[in-house]
């Protein structure tokens, strides 16, 4: 399946969730073809800010895994993700226009400000309901091997949203999982 094909496919599968990303989130949805695995669906995604570097991003829950994507035009891609089953807790906390969202896993918080308070509530329950799973779903569901993934991060190097560093850089943290 080529990218632009796979890009229209993510869309529609959005578009059927009513998932309505704003102009701010292009980028990260553009990248979603070369993040994604070909069988792995969208179960929710929001947009919103990384408290910590403060550039927008976008958070997609998948039937696998929980996915942070952020694009800047300086910095490149950066993808994070967690299989549900190394996630902790996952909370939001409405504000008076919007909400924030706590992820954390054994080792690390990721803070989101700046969703919108419905959308916040409803990625929250849909992630917990993931995370409720047994660990034999996921089995089940194949999650991406290190070679998946590496061969994952030459496409994203081949079409040129990472750089050689970056590239390195992500391949040394999957080959040390070794």
């Known amino acids: ?55 927008h991003i976008i958070l997609v829950a998948t039937d696998r895994r929980l996915i942070f994507v952020d694009k800047e035009f300086f910095y490149g891609l950066k993808v994070e993700d967690f299989s549900y089953d190394k996630i902790s807790s996952i909370q939001y906390e409405k504000e008076l226009m919007l909400a924030s969202i706590d992820i954390q896993t054994s080792d690390n918080i990721v803070e989101i400000d700046g969703v919108g308070k419905y959308y916040a509530e409803l990625f929250c329950e849909k992630t917990r309901d993931f995370m409720s ?29 990472l750089t050689e560093e970056e590239f390195s850089e992500q391949k040394k943290k999957l080959l040390e999982k070794l």
């Open 133 to 161: 799973r047994p660990k034999e779903y996921f089995q089940a569901a194949k999650e991406p091997t290190v070679l998946d993934q590496l061969e994952q991060l030459g496409r994203l190097k081949e079409s040129g949203i």
């Open 1 to 55: 399946m080529s990218e632009k094909s796979r890009l229209d496919e993510i869309k529609d599968e959005l578009e059927k969730l009513d998932i309505n990303p704003t102009i701010f989130a292009r980028k990260e949805i553009r990248a979603l073809p070369e993040v994604l695995s070909e069988d792995e669906k969208i179960v929710y995604l929001v947009e919103g800010r990384n408290k910590l570097t403060n550039h």
